[in-house]
């Protein structure tokens, strides 16, 4: 897609994008992983400190409807997870956990609200996963909490991946999983990054993915030709110097409760927004101009974004 003047999403059930990475910490250490940091603190709050901060956030956002994604590391490593989505579903908040489903579902099934929906969104690693990990697919799904499946697919666990992605797909339909590429490297950790594995042109036929929660992405070209899509590929779009209204309806939350307007901002500290411990964000009065081609991350392609003029 060339010469794009403006794009803009909209969603029918939710009006602000939230990710919150509540720790690092994951019981997994997949090699091809930089999302997770084993060596610090879990840096997990109480329950009632998260509490707080979420009555917070709802009011800074003017209380509308946020689709709040708890990320890791592993987030369910936190105990009372059932409880922070029980609390917030009655809310003004959709949530959504992603995990690795290490942790038992017989565990905490019973803990959750019946009218949370489909909100777990489980990742399937070659180098930890057992037969387990299907058995939890299946009673998450007999209980309508599992929304959907990623299946990581490094190039030396490929054929592995690729009957994990087909037995899924036979069982549950071809919108409920999908093959995640492997990036190559990350930018100090945790950050998103424009260079990912190569993968061979027969491979490639395996990637497609569907979103979470249905969007409408508008694309405007020069010429006021409208365009709509419910997803945007990474490598499509030259992103860089366009302007983005980062912080305005979605942001980042590092696990010690520092407010970026973005993930690919997440290791810049002069983006940071401030704290939702110590309630003191600050909304940002302007757009930026964007520092990278591609993005990555599904709520930071989804934030407004138009040509300079």
């Keep these: 897609m060339k010469n794009i003047k403006h794009i803009v999403t909209t969603s029918k059930e939710y009006q602000v994008e939230v990710e919150w990475m509540i720790t690092q910490r994951c019981n997994y250490e997949c090699t091809y992983c930089a999302s997770y940091n084993n060596s610090g603190d879990f840096m997990f709050k109480s329950l009632e400190e998260y509490i707080t901060a979420f009555k917070y956030l709802s009011n800074h956002?003017?209380?509308?409807?946020?689709?709040?994604?708890?990320?890791?590391?592993?987030?369910?490593?936190?105990?009372?997870?059932?409880?922070?989505?029980?609390?917030?579903?009655?809310?003004?908040?959709?949530?959504?956990?992603?995990?690795?489903?290490?942790?038992?579902?017989?565990?905490?099934?019973?803990?959750?609200?019946?009218?949370?929906?489909?909100?777990?969104?489980?990742?399937?690693?070659?180098?930890?996963?057992?037969?387990?990990?299907?058995?939890?697919v299946q009673l998450l799904n007999d209980n309508n909490f599992i929304r959907s499946v990623s299946v990581s697919a490094p190039q030396e666990y490929w054929n592995e991946a690729i009957d994990i992605l087909k037995t899924l797909k036979i069982k549950y339909g071809e919108k409920f999983v999908h093959l995640t590429r492997i990036k190559d490297e990350n930018s100090q950790g945790i950050s998103v990054t424009d260079k990912l594995i190569d993968y061979t042109s027969e491979q490639e036929k395996y990637f497609t993915f569907h979103r979470d929660y249905p969007v409408e992405i508008k694309i405007t070209d020069l010429n006021n030709k409208i365009t709509i899509y419910d997803k945007i590929d990474a490598h499509s779009i030259n992103f860089k110097g366009m302007n983005c209204a980062v912080g305005k309806d979605s942001i980042h939350i590092a696990p010690n409760g520092d407010v970026y307007p973005s993930a690919c901002l997440l290791n810049y500290r002069k983006a940071r927004m401030g704290n939702i411990y110590r309630q003191d964000i600050i909304k940002p009065s302007n757009s930026i101009r964007c520092p990278f081609v591609a993005c990555y991350c599904g709520p930071d392609q989804r934030i407004e974004k138009w040509a300079q003029v």
């Design 61 to 136: 956002f003017g209380n509308k409807t946020i689709k709040l994604s708890f990320l890791g590391g592993e987030p369910m490593l936190y105990k009372q997870w059932p409880e922070l989505v029980n609390y917030i579903s009655e809310l003004n908040y959709l949530p959504k956990i992603t995990t690795n489903l290490s942790i038992p579902v017989k565990s905490y099934i019973n803990k959750l609200n019946k009218n949370l929906g489909k909100f777990i969104v489980a990742s399937w690693h070659p180098e930890y996963a057992t037969n387990e990990f299907m058995n939890n």
